[in-house]
């Protein structure tokens, strides 16, 4: 417990990526991230949906754990390794 919670204050290496347009708005990506940080978006994308998006304040959060990527039906997500 104690090593998730110093890997969450940490800057992370991982962010993810979305692909608005493929997005059907299920939601699945923001149920499965075990952080929390994802939303939707106020927006709409071009077929109508809310996408996702990153809370705000929580874009170093991401632990690399792809499950979003994993769990996206649309493939409109994938989990990008910054480069240091």
Same mark, same amino acid.
Not at 16 to 27: D, S, T, V
């Given at each position: 417990? #104690?090593?998730?919670? %110093? #890997?969450?204050?940490?800057? %992370?290496?991982?962010?993810?990526?979305?692909?608005?347009?493929?997005?059907?708005?299920?939601?699945i990506c923001i149920d499965v991230?075990? #952080?929390?940080?994802?939303?939707?978006s106020p927006e709409f994308n071009?077929?109508?949906?809310?996408?996702?998006?990153?809370?705000?304040?929580?874009?170093?959060?991401?632990?690399?754990?792809?499950?979003?990527?994993?769990?996206?039906?649309?493939l409109a997500v994938y989990v990008? #390794?910054?480069?240091?």
């Amino acid at each position: 417990m #104690v090593l998730t919670l %110093s #890997v969450l204050k940490t800057k %992370s290496k991982y962010r993810p990526i979305f692909y608005p347009e493929l997005c059907k708005g299920c939601g699945i990506c923001i149920d499965v991230c075990p #952080v929390k940080m994802l939303e939707f978006s106020p927006e709409f994308n071009e077929k109508g949906y809310h996408y996702p998006r990153i809370k705000d304040g929580m874009e170093d959060r991401c632990i690399g754990c792809r499950l979003c990527e994993r769990y996206c039906p649309d493939l409109a997500v994938y989990v990008e #390794v910054k480069k240091e």
